[in-house]
Every structure is written in structure tokens, then in C-alpha cells.
DNA sequence: GGCGTTCTAGAATATTCGCGC
DNA sequence: GGCGCGAATATTCTAGAACGC
């Protein structure tokens, strides 16, 4: 009936049924997401591949590996043109990498993988990303952006001269901010 | 003359050849190379990039755009399957555009990339690469692992806080001539 | 011969040639990163708005206001359906207002605008954002995130462009200071 | 030590979501 | 579908790092 269904569906309608789908199937909700803090529902990136490694109409180009331990990008071109400008809004290869990447996923080194002219497909792994096992989703973290800590002691002469023409200049903002306050209040 | 020349050759011979006389061009000899230390050879990607650049036979997969000031790559998946493992050790795009940028190349913003179905060409650009001015290929450098001067460093941190400032300037004045212009309507 | 093949190669379209005359408007088709860090490119976004508002194809959804000084959305669902995803990742009137948003832009709120509700066109200004004016766009800043410049030891390069947008902060205030006067006086 | 190939990460902008006013 | 903004994720372009030669 799954099938059928989304065969019956336009493009767009697979796609947001399945996430329906696997909404349910994680428990959480679309309705009340600040009241119940409970499971907190997968980023897109993952859910959309999920979804798209379980769809039997892309096994050609992505397909879960033997053991169900990794994935592979079969065929690499079809895969880009024909699988990601329905799921993502790109078709870069690089984009999706950089994505699984972001995730934590690491690419498999097999060793054909490692000839000059590589026939091999593009294998990817990760320890949260298991074949029939969506519940280990969402421990799949997406890193975070470093913050960086910095504390200058020392500046140029040239920088001082800046700094004091900046300091000027917001004197300058003060004071107009000022004066159209009181412009408005006497308007 | 180069031309025909090139198109009489077979693929193997054309690349040799091709080198050859691209060392003609730089005044370097391939013979001794550790004895005179006049002008030093280019890099073999730089030698190679301009050397598949030449090749009309290429020109339908990568060309120079209108004004010979960037070159395009045309026919991606064709670019990547048939050129890149004629003149490098892989078929992988990335790692072509890997050198790329790791000689300074910038790859040229289009309209195009920001949409989805994009049919558009890969654009790259450097300063020392134009049509028809092989001497300037010299001037291409190689980026090299860094090290650090903390002095120039701490000044950049400076430097990076004034920038932040003046952006806030900015955004201040952008407001107030807002805020100015509505007055002035209500008046 | 060879230049003659290359130009048969090169399929630039409208897009493309507006794209290079905004390059050229700006200085920016010879950038030497490791020799002198020229004016850096408009962001896309900016880039992107400017040839939409330029393409006289577009004016009917989109268009400059008698003075040149704002822009309309005329016919929200016509620029939201063909205009967006023509340009953009996305059909999101709001995804573009926000991108407006974080550059500066803000809504005019005419008397008109805040009488009838939904009737009137949506207005936006900035004060860098002027018909005709395509050299005040580099003054148009993003908010929030910080721009990382690559080399340290060009500080002094760095530095000067602190400082002319210094000057034109200093103009800027200048300016308002001086329509200040002229309000009070006329009050 | 420089250069080439590969995999991953940094950095900036772009898109989405939701809050407070 | 207010309007402007903060925050998180998404997409893009470039750089870091490891390894081999």
C-alpha cells in the first residue's frame, strides 16, 4: 500500500508523506514541538536520507551495503542529477558529502577503492546510521560551530588611529540618535 | 601553426610535445634543471591545466569564456570521465578543483549556481591565467603551509574587531536614514 | 583558428553578460589574493537582487519608485511564483524578506501602506540601495558574522579599506547631521 | 622539501523557523 | 503572510591535514 500510494502521489506528496511516515515512527509530533519535550525529531538532512535510502526506486544509485553496516553511492552521476534535486535544493555531489560529513559520517578506504582509475563506488559509514534501525537516528549529532575566544592586548599605531576615528564616529551616531528622539517627541 | 600542429599529433604525443614546448616558451631546459637556476619550470599542474586549455579537442568539456579572462568547465561528467584521468592520476572533479584553489584560482560566481536544476558551467578565474599569455603562468604560486607570526596575527585580530565595529556604524546609519526618511514622510 | 573554436564553445547568455558588466562596474575581474587584496565581489544575494530589479522583463512584479530611492513588489504572487526560483533556492516571499532584512533593507511604512491592509505593494530602501547607483552596493553590509581575511601580513591593505569606509561613515553622518538642521529649521 | 591526491573541516552566505514586539 | 531579528541548519567555496612519491 506504501508503494502504491506514493506511485499515486506527485513528487513532492512522496516526499512529505514519508516524512510524515517517519515522524510517526519516531513519536514525535508536528503539532505541539514546545509543549512535549520529548524526542526531538531528526534534523531534515537525516530524515530526507533515511528516507531516500529506504525507497526501492533509488536502489540503482544508493543502496545499503551487505551487512547493513554501510552505504555506497552506486552510480555516482545518476545519483546526483536524479536523486538529489528531489530531496535537496542542489545538485552537488561536494554539498551532500559536506553534509555527511557535518554528521559524522566517515567514507569507507576499501582497497579497491584506493586504485588510480576507481570503478568503486563511494562507500559511507557511521556508527548511528544502520540498515533497519531507524530509532539509532538520533543519536546522529550534528557538529557544531567552534566559537572562537579572542583577546587582542597589543595594536598597531595605524590601528589606534582607526579605533579613535570609530570612537568619533559612534559619539556622532549617539548624538543624532539623540537628537531625533527628541525631534519626534516635540513632533 | 600550434594548432595544427597539435591536432596532427596523437593524444599521448600532443601532451609531450605540448610540454616541450611550453618549456620553449619559459626558456627552461629539461635537461638541466639543478645547474642553471634561471627561471624555474612551472608546477606540472600549471603546465598540464594550460596544456589540456589548448587542446581544441577539449573545448567542448572546458574553454575559455568571451574575454579570455576566466575558462569554464562545459560538460562536468564528460570533463570528468574522458580529461581528467588523460592528464592526471585520478577522476575525481574535487581533486582537480583541490588544485585549483591550492594555486589561487577562485571559482566565478554565476546567477545560475543559486538555482537548483543548474545547467550552468563551473567558472574559474586567477590573475596570472589568461588566454594567450603563457609567460604570465610563472607568476601562479603554489600555497604553502603557513607559519604563523603571531604579531601579524595579533594585528588581524585587531584589525578583525575594528571591521565588527564598523559594521555596527553601519547598520546604526542605515537606520537612522531610515528613521530620518520616515519623519520626514509623517511631516 | 583556435580563438574561433572557443568562441563557438562559450554559451553565455543574458544572465551571464549582466553578471560580467556588474564585474566590470566593480572592478573585480583582476583580483591578485597574494598581491593586493582588490575590492571584493558584492554577495550574491546583492548581486542577484540588482540584475533582478535591472531585467525590464521583471517590472511588472518588481520595480524602482518614481525617485529611484525605494522598491516595490507590485504583484506578490506573480514575483514569489517566476521571480523567486529563478534566482533563488527557494519560493519563500519571507526567505527573501529576510535576506532584505539582514542586509539593511527596510519596509516603508507609507500612510497608504498602513491604511488598506493587503492591497498596496510591498516597499522596501536602503540608503546604498539607489536606481542607477550600482558602485553604492559594496557599502551594503551583512549583519552578524565576521569576515575572516585571509593574510595576515596585508594588515596595512586591511587597514585602508577600514578607513575609506571610514570616510564614507563620516560622509554618511555628514549628511544626516545636515537634514537635521534642515528638518528642525523647517518645523 | 615540494608537489599531488584524498578526505575532512573551516568560513561565509543562504534558507528556514520561531520569538518578541 | 505584520516586522525585524536570533538561531539552527543548509549550501557553497576554500583550506587543513595526512600520506605517498
Redesign the pocket.
Known amino acids: 500500500m506504501f508503494v502504491l500510494g506514493c506511485v499515486a502521489c506527485c513528487r513532492l506528496g512522496l516526499l512529505d508523506w514519508s516524512l510524515l511516515l517517519l515522524c510517526s515512527i519516531f513519536g514525535t509530533s508536528m503539532k505541539e514541538?514546545?509543549v512535549s519535550l520529548g524526542p526531538t525529531p531528526a534534523?531534515?538532512?537525516?530524515t530526507?536520507l533515511w528516507v531516500l535510502m529506504e525507497d526501492p526506486a533509488n536502489c540503482d544509485m544508493i543502496a545499503w551495503n551487505t551487512n547493513g553496516q554501510t552505504f555506497s553511492i552506486l552510480d555516482e552521476q545518476r545519483f546526483t542529477k536524479e536523486i538529489l534535486p528531489r530531496y535537496?535544493?542542489?545538485?552537488?555531489l561536494?554539498?551532500?558529502?559536506?553534509?555527511?560529513?557535518?554528521?559524522?559520517?566517515?567514507?569507507v578506504?576499501s582497497l579497491e577503492?584506493g586504485l588510480?582509475k576507481?570503478e568503486s563506488a563511494?562507500e559511507?559509514q557511521h556508527p548511528f546510521f544502520k540498515k533497519g534501525r531507524p530509532e539509532l537516528l538520533e543519536h546522529i549529532k550534528?557538529?557544531?560551530?567552534?566559537v572562537?575566544t579572542e583577546d587582542a592586548h597589543l595594536s598597531q599605531d595605524n590601528l589606534q588611529k582607526v579605533i579613535n576615528e570609530l570612537k568619533v564616529l559612534q559619539n556622532g551616531q549617539s548624538n543624532m540618535d539623540f537628537k531625533l528622539d527628541t525631534m519626534r517627541r516635540e513632533n
Request: glycine fraction near 2%; aromatic fraction near 16%.
Open positions: 514541538p514546545s534534523p531534515v538532512f537525516l530526507k535537496f535544493k542542489h545538485s552537488n561536494s554539498s551532500f558529502i559536506r553534509q555527511l560529513n557535518m554528521y559524522g559520517f566517515r567514507k578506504m577503492n588510480v576507481s563511494i559511507f550534528r557538529k557544531v560551530n567552534s572562537k
